[in-house]
């Protein structure tokens, strides 16, 4: 997790001394200057080309000391870190975190640089590399993933400022994207520049009549889009119902709320 806390040890500190030096200046006159002080040159933010920076290079590194408990908590919920991020494979929403954690630590010790190529994840062994891909551009970044987060429900990773610009999505602050984990020497899946159907996918069923009804279900709760989808799995028939297909992460964010009133809590991204 991020050290919020050094940020609001700060703000107590700059307070005390601000306070002290009010009580000082009703004691002391200061000498009068015979010019005026030059203004403080303004503070800025250093701007790079993300197209400069290099995507990350899965190498081999051992487990951080930090930032890989078997499990935490926060906000009540606890979290269980994965021993391994072999064949680890997720879709959903990203997000991006930028100028406010510039520099603060990571879980795993490191300082967050938001120029770099790395992400947060909330279970994933720290540290690991991923390829991000956009689902709606078909644009990738390779990542390695030093940090914990994000923890706003319905999030799945949180991007570094740079990774979230190579991926097109600085401006609109989230993707329905792919997540998935590199080991040393594996290469990335080849970049595809078509927009392809997404969807959300409520459950999925061995039995056919299972997944009828509750496409039905839904349907009858104003989901006329709901349909079943058959595929074979290691040789077995496997009924997905799903929902769609959907445009953006306002749709998706909606959907999943209202299927979650609905009493179904696991609803995923999902691609044709």
């Known amino acids: 997790m991020k050290q919020r806390w050094q940020r609001n040890a700060g703000l107590v500190l700059l307070s005390a001394v601000v306070t002290l030096s009010l009580t000082l200046s009703g004691c002391i006159t200061p000498k009068p200057q015979s010019t005026p002080p030059k203004p403080a040159p303004p503070v800025t933010t250093p701007t790079m080309d993300p197209s400069l920076i290099p995507d990350a290079v899965p190498r081999a590194e051992p487990l951080s000391k930090r930032g890989n408990p078997p499990f935490y908590d926060v906000m009540g919920k606890r979290y269980f870190v994965k021993s391994s991020a072999v064949g680890y494979v997720e879709r959903g929403v990203a997000s991006w975190y930028g100028p406010g954690f510039h520099e603060e630590f990571t879980s795993n010790g ?3 640089d938001m120029y ?3 992400a947060a994840h909330k279970t994933l062994p720290l540290p690991c590399f991923v390829q991000v891909t956009n ?9 390695r993933v030093n940090d914990r987060g994000p923890f706003k ?3 799945i990773i949180d991007l570094s400022r740079t990774a979230a610009a190579k991926l097109d999505m600085l401006r609109a602050g989230t993707a329905l994207v792919e997540v998935r984990a590199l080991t040393p020497g594996q ?3 080849p970049v595809n520049d078509s927009i392809k159907p997404l ?3 409520a459950g999925a069923f061995s039995a056919s009549t299972n997944a009828e009804k509750l496409a039905q279900q839904l349907r009858n709760k104003g989901y006329p889009q709901a ?9 077995r028939s496997m009924y997905r119902v799903r929902i769609g297909p959907i445009a953006d992460v306002a749709s998706f964010d909606r959907v999943v709320a209202e299927l979650k009133q609905l009493g179904i809590a696991d609803a995923r991204l999902a691609l044709d």
């Open 116 to 118: 770099g190529m790395t």
């Open 135 to 143: 689902l709606s551009n078909g644009k990738s970044v390779v990542l």
């Open 187 to 189: 290469s990335t899946l």
């Open 227 to 235: 349909f079943v989808r058959s595929d074979m799995v290691e040789g």
């Open 153 to 155: 429900e319905g999030r």
């Open 199 to 201: 969807y959300v996918q």
């Open 110 to 112: 490191e300082p967050y």
